[in-house]
């Protein structure tokens, strides 16, 4: 019989193109990481973090690009020359206090470079910063390239801002923006400027820096929440909190009616995301990768649930660095050339032993991130302290760059939501019963029963988000709230860029402004108030602070050296 005819051609071509397709596989290589004969990219190996890279750096951009945008926005209004609390008088009594000209333990309390800079036109000042940061992040974001020199310069405007920004940048997500920004400075090369930099692969130390912070941050939310109010520990603080959070969506309208079984087992994953699943950052590399999967998706139901500026965005950026190229890689497309590609190929020349010469930059950087790490672990000192401390406290800094901070949130849960009305009216007498009294409404906080919750989630509006602290404190804790007041009575434009709704738009200014303080409660979906077309329902509680003329400020103005707001 014939061993050569044509019913044995087909298989032993078959079996000639399979040996040449893996003539060029390292033996002993697992399956799938060679190439396909038509040249596309196969399968990442586990273990490198060129990917993780890119993507890390992409969305720590775009956190930055939403905080400047916020900064441009609004800086002007709250600190700038006219603002709320004017920066340059906050720097001026820094200044005091350490009697003297600026020296190194002003510029130490507070770093910034508007130290640097004039302060006759800080609000030229403030807008430089902020669009500068708002082009370096752009830059990173639609590029994939960053360098130290960029990230550092990112790090230093935001850090200049956080540090006059007073109350207004008094909350965790602006310190866990500085320390995740101080840890990605040194994920780059000091200038290349390019996605798959050869030279200088991702840092193991750095990428262990990331996975310390959302491990502490999601640890410390939880240990605050257990050890603060009691409804974490009986399981019923979901009952309040998609109602009384600061500044509610949507969303939260519907799911504060869930069934009480439902708040429960929402009260019970939140326990085990916090106090559970950060350990699995320690037990390999799936479980890290879990971690990190886990993490990203309960961030995506609480930006769901309601607009916590950027921080649950932000948090989702060192849960990143639990996942390897392996991981990420169906984030990128296939195909020659294409950074998968690139990447196979980096990771057969390491796998071959080509490993590039050991030059003296390289010794420097692995120098620099060893002593980051030894920085990072020294400075970690009193954040473990205090996380094991049963008085932890939450969103503090030990040090003024702001390198290791604590964090957490929610240790306690409002059970009833309040708001402070502001209102004006136009009667020579505000003590008159028949005194039209006319509401102004801010751009996202609860006000008008009948407007729909906004949604706004990575963007935030600082104001409102104070006025929900001042609602249930008084106004000597919150003096900006005197200080808003006098701007309304003069129809100031710049104050009111930050409202929604002037009722006193194109006529005279109010002669009185006064607080009204209400309880609010979510209308129940199909009763009375919803089929009226109403969210909210209020109910009056008394006054915040008594009806005020611009005569009246006068003094108090002078007493704080705010510039006195001549009516429009």
């Not at 298989?11 to 040996?19: D, G, I, N």
């Not at 410390?220 to 600061?246: S, V």
């Not at 939450?394 to 390198?403: A, D, E, K, V």
């Not at 002037?502 to 129940?524: L, M, Q």
Request: glycine share 8%; aromatic share 14%; proline share 7%.
């Amino acid at each position: 019989m014939r061993t050569g005819g044509p019913a044995m051609a087909a298989p032993e071509e078959s079996l000639r193109r399979r040996k040449a397709g893996n003539a060029g596989a390292e033996p002993g290589s697992p399956p799938g990481t060679g190439r396909d004969p038509v040249g596309c990219s196969a399968r990442l190996r586990a273990g490198t973090f060129w990917l993780t890279r890119i993507v890390l750096l992409r969305a720590l951009a775009f956190i930055y690009f939403v905080a400047f945008l916020v900064a441009f926005h609004q800086n002007k209004q709250l600190i700038g020359d006219r603002g709320l609390l004017p920066c340059r008088t906050y720097l001026k009594s820094v200044q005091q206090y350490f009697r003297g000209p600026v020296g190194w333990d002003a510029v130490s309390y507070a770093p910034t470079v508007l130290w640097l800079l004039d302060w006759s036109h800080m609000d030229s000042n403030l807008d430089a910063l902020a669009l500068l940061g708002l082009g370096v992040s752009s830059f990173v974001l639609v590029t994939g390239c960053a360098n130290m020199v960029l990230m550092a310069t990112l790090w230093v405007l935001y850090m200049s801002l956080v540090n006059v920004g007073q109350i207004w940048y008094s909350f965790g997500w602006e310190s866990q923006l500085l320390e995740t920004g101080f840890l990605g400075i040194f994920l780059c090369p000091l200038w290349t400027l390019s996605r798959l930099p050869r030279e200088t692969p991702p840092s193991q130390i750095v990428l262990w820096g990331f996975r310390w912070l959302i491990f502490r941050i999601m640890l410390g939310a939880g240990l605050i929440k257990i050890r603060g109010d009691r409804c974490w520990r009986d399981l019923t603080c979901m009952d309040f909190h998609y109602e009384t959070q600061p500044v509610p969506n949507p969303v939260a309208y519907f799911l504060h009616r869930s069934p009480w079984w439902v708040h429960r087992f929402e009260t019970l994953s939140n326990h085990f995301l916090e106090l559970v699943v950060p350990f699995f950052i320690f037990l390999g590399r799936q479980m890290c990768a879990l971690h990190g999967a886990l993490q990203i998706l309960f961030q995506v139901v609480l930006i769901i649930s309601g607009n916590l500026s950027f921080l649950n965005w932000l948090t989702m950026v060192p849960s990143v660095a639990c996942f390897d190229d392996a991981t990420l890689g169906f984030l990128f497309p296939s195909g020659p050339g294409a950074l998968k590609d690139r990447v196979l190929k980096l990771q057969e020349e390491t796998a071959r032993g080509a490993r590039p010469t050991l030059r003296y930059g390289c010794m420097v950087r692995r120098a620099v991130h060893v002593a980051l790490g030894v920085l990072v672990a020294w400075l970690s000192v009193p954040v473990v302290i205090n996380l094991l401390s049963p008085t932890q406290v939450m969103n503090t800094s030990f040090n003024p760059l702001r390198i290791v901070n604590t964090y957490g949130a929610f240790g306690s849960i409002t059970k009833e939501r309040t708001e402070v009305i502001l209102q004006g009216t136009a009667s020579p007498n505000a003590s008159l019963p028949d005194a039209v009294w006319e509401d102004y409404e801010f751009k996202c906080k609860p006000g008008d029963p009948g407007r729909r919750p906004c949604l706004i989630s990575p963007y935030h509006h600082r104001l409102d988000w104070l006025m929900w602290f001042a609602a249930f404190q008084t106004y000597e804790h919150n003096e900006w709230i005197i200080h808003l007041a006098g701007k309304l009575l003069a129809n100031d434009a710049t104050a009111l860029s930050l409202l929604a709704l002037n009722p006193f738009k194109d006529r005279a200014p109010p002669r009185w402004v006064r607080g009204e303080h209400y309880r609010y409660k979510f209308s129940r979906p199909g009763g009375q108030h919803a089929a009226a077309g109403k969210w909210w329902v209020r109910k009056k509680i008394g006054a915040y602070f008594p009806p005020l003329s611009l005569r009246d400020l006068k003094d108090y103005f002078r007493s704080r050296e705010w510039p006195y707001p001549e009516p429009d």
